[in-house]
C-alpha cells in the first residue's frame, strides 16, 4: 500500500495474532517494525522471519503494564530508527467471566494490560511526534467497546474506556499537533486472546462458538494497513470490523 515504506511502526502486543500478522503486512509494504511484547522467543522468531524475507524488523521484550519497560521500549526505537511515525497499541487481554464470580486478579490484569498500557505508550510517544511534527497512534479496540455482552463486563469497561481515551486524543492532538488518532474496533477474530479465559463455563461457551468466528487476524491487520496508507490529510476515525456471520 502506498504511504507506508520506510515508516517507523511501534506494535506492542506483537508476538502473535493480529500483532505479529500486522508487523508482517506492513513490513512486505516497506515499514520498518519495532516489535514489543512479553514473550522474547516468540518476537525473535517473527523478527527474523521479516528480515529473512527482505524486511526491517527488531524487537524488544516489554510488559506494557510497566511504564518503565514501555519507556525504555520507546527510546529504543528511537535509538534504532531515529523516530517513530506510527504506534499501534495492540497489546490486550480478554479473560471471560460473569461479575458474581469476582475474578477481581483477572479484572486488575485486564485493565493494567487494556488501558494503562495503552496510556503509558501513548503519554511516551506523544511528545515525540509533536516534535516531529507528524505522527499516527491506533489503537485495537472492539466491538466490546460499543456494546456490552454477558460475561464481557470488565473487558467491555476497558474497551470503551479505550475509546474514551482515543476520542480525547484526537481532540487534543489532530488539529494542531498533526497526530492521526485511529481505532480498529472488530468483532470475534480467531486470536490467542479468548485462550486467557479460565472460567470452565465460558471455555466451553468459547468452544462451541469458535466456528463462528468469521474474522481472522490478517483481516484486522489489513485494516490497519488501510488506515496507515491514507494521504496525510485524511484521518480514519475509526474501523468497525465485523464477519458478515456475526453481523447485526
Not at 502473535?16 to 500478522?21: C, D, K, M
Not at 528511537?78 to 477481581?104: C, Q, T, W
Request: proline share 2%.
Amino acid at each position: 500500500m502506498k504511504n507506508i515504506e520506510n515508516k517507523v511502526v511501534l506494535i506492542t502486543g506483537a508476538s502473535s495474532g493480529i500483532g505479529a500478522e500486522t508487523a508482517k503486512l506492513l513490513a512486505k509494504d516497506g515499514a520498518k517494525v519495532m516489535l514489543a511484547a512479553r514473550r522474547a522467543d516468540r518476537l525473535k522468531e517473527l523478527t527474523d522471519e521479516i528480515n529473512q524475507n527482505g524486511g526491517t524488523a527488531a524487537y524488544r521484550a516489554t510488559d506494557v503494564t510497566d511504564h518503565g519497560e514501555v519507556a525504555a521500549l520507546v527510546q529504543y526505537t528511537l535509538e534504532k530508527f531515529h523516530r517513530i511515525d506510527v504506534l499501534f497499541a495492540n497489546a490486550g487481554l480478554m479473560p471471560l467471566s460473569y461479575m458474581r464470580d469476582n475474578k477481581f486478579n483477572e479484572w486488575d490484569q485486564m485493565i493494567d494490560v487494556n488501558l494503562k498500557g495503552l496510556l503509558y505508550a501513548v503519554g511516551e510517544i506523544v511528545p515525540i511526534m509533536e516534535k516531529q511534527g507528524s505522527g499516527q497512534i491506533i489503537a485495537t479496540d472492539s466491538i466490546a467497546g460499543h456494546k456490552v455482552f454477558p460475561g464481557n463486563a470488565v473487558y467491555c469497561g476497558t474497551k470503551f474506556a479505550v475509546r474514551a481515551v482515543m476520542n480525547g486524543l484526537r481532540a487534543e492532538e489532530g488539529p494542531s499537533k498533526n497526530i492521526r488518532v485511529t481505532m480498529i474496533s472488530p468483532g470475534d477474530v480467531d486470536t490467542e486472546l479468548y485462550t486467557t479465559t479460565t472460567d470452565e463455563t465460558m471455555k466451553q461457551n468459547i468452544r462451541q462458538s469458535e466456528t463462528d468466528r468469521g474474522l481472522v487476524s490478517k483481516d484486522v491487520a489489513n485494516a490497519v494497513a488501510y488506515a496507515i496508507s491514507q494521504p496525510g490529510n485524511v484521518v480514519i476515525d475509526e474501523v468497525i470490523m465485523q464477519s458478515i456471520k456475526q453481523q447485526g
